[in-house]
Nanobody, 119 residues
């Protein structure tokens, strides 16, 4: 069973930055695509950013130009650098391996990491 451990969330003022990390319990070098998702209170989980092993990157329109996804295969870790944070970015953030056809998650969800942006 693959485990996903997200960290790096917290409380930040609007305009601030956070860097999220996702440690995967298996080698990620052979994982075709990995992604960050988020779920705000009362809303469905949504894709934030995705990255394939070939380097193709997709971002949700709402975070383009502000968030950057990256992965370190040697550390089995994926990152999400979040800049110019807005209150609407407040959510629990999750990582997962993703099927590039629709970006559905491949593994069970981890506990996520809470990001709260104050205005």
């Amino acid at each position: 069973q693959v485990q996903l451990v997200e960290s790096g969330g917290g409380l930040v003022q609007a305009g601030g930055s956070l860097r999220l990390s996702c440690l995967v319990s298996r080698t990620i070098v052979s994982i075709n695509a990995m992604a960050w998702y988020r779920q705000a209170p009362g809303k469905q989980r949504e894709l934030v950013a995705a990255m394939t092993s070939g380097g193709t990157i997709n971002y949700a329109d709402s975070v383009k130009g502000r968030f950057t996804i990256s992965r370190d295969n040697a550390k089995n870790t994926m990152y999400l650098q979040m800049n110019s944070l807005k209150p609407e970015d407040t959510a629990v953030y999750y990582c997962n391996a993703a099927n590039p056809e629709g970006w559905a998650n491949e593994y069970d969800w981890g506990q996520g990491t809470q990001v709260t942006v104050s205005s």
